[in-house]
């Protein structure tokens, strides 16, 4: 299976560079523990935790000593990197695992929680992370509709307040009656109006 092959080479690499299971069974406990608590709404974050306990859990039939992430001790360190909300959601599916099978829930389980919960707060359409992401484009573009907006109306009441000729630059017409304006070619009318941008 292609599966199963990406698998099986990734370990050959692993072991080329670590050495022994010892060694790589350190790095991925230690790289557990250094793993920063994510934050209630960072969803990403939680996928990328999500898909680095399942490398845990496919190296663990590999390297015995990562059984002890069954333990519960293992777990409660675990659950100091989660959100509040995940970690109380999770408390609920122990106590359904334990009621059913009288047994704390194994790592792999764990996995399975973390890896749905996950794909629920990363769904692209309906998660809050969709959403709060959708929000983030109206705000954008209802800011540049208002800007846009902002500046049609000021160059409109600018026009609109200028009473006087802008030919002549007298106040006491405008361009229409000035006479001026008027002795002029058609031909040099029409470029002046051009060049001002005016229109009638």
């Known amino acids: ?38 934050g209630p709404r960072d969803s990403v974050e939680l ?28 777990n409660q360190k675990l659950l100091t990197k989660l959100p ?23 790592f792999s389980q764990f996995v399975e929680f973390i890896t749905k ?20 484009e109206k705000i954008k573009t209802t800011k540049t509709r208002n800007v846009g907006a902002k500046v049609l109306v000021s160059n409109s009441e600018e026009r609109s307040e200028y009473k006087g000729c802008i ?5 006491n017409h405008g361009i229409q009656k000035c006479w001026k304006f008027n002795e002029k070619p058609v031909q040099e009318r029409l470029k002046f109006v051009q060049t001002k941008k005016l229109c009638f």
Request: a negative charge; hydrophobic letters at 40%; aromatic letters at 10%.
């Open 1 to 38: 299976k292609p599966g199963a092959q990406a698998y099986d080479s990734a370990w050959v690499i692993l072991e080329e560079r670590f050495g022994s299971p010892f060694v790589i069974a350190k790095a991925f406990k230690d790289k557990l523990a250094s793993w920063p608590k994510i």
């Open 47 to 74: 996928r990328d935790f999500s898909d680095f306990l399942r490398g845990c859990q496919a190296a663990m039939s590999q390297i015995k000593s990562l059984e002890i992430l069954n333990t519960c001790d293992e």
């Open 84 to 106: 509040d909300w995940l970690v109380a959601s999770w408390n609920r599916k122990v106590i359904e695992i334990e009621e059913s099978c009288n047994d704390f829930p194994t």
């Open 117 to 136: 919960e996950a794909k629920i707060a990363c769904n692209p359409v309906t998660s809050l992370h969709a959403l709060k992401s959708g929000d983030v």
């Open 167 to 171: 030919f002549c630059e007298k106040q």
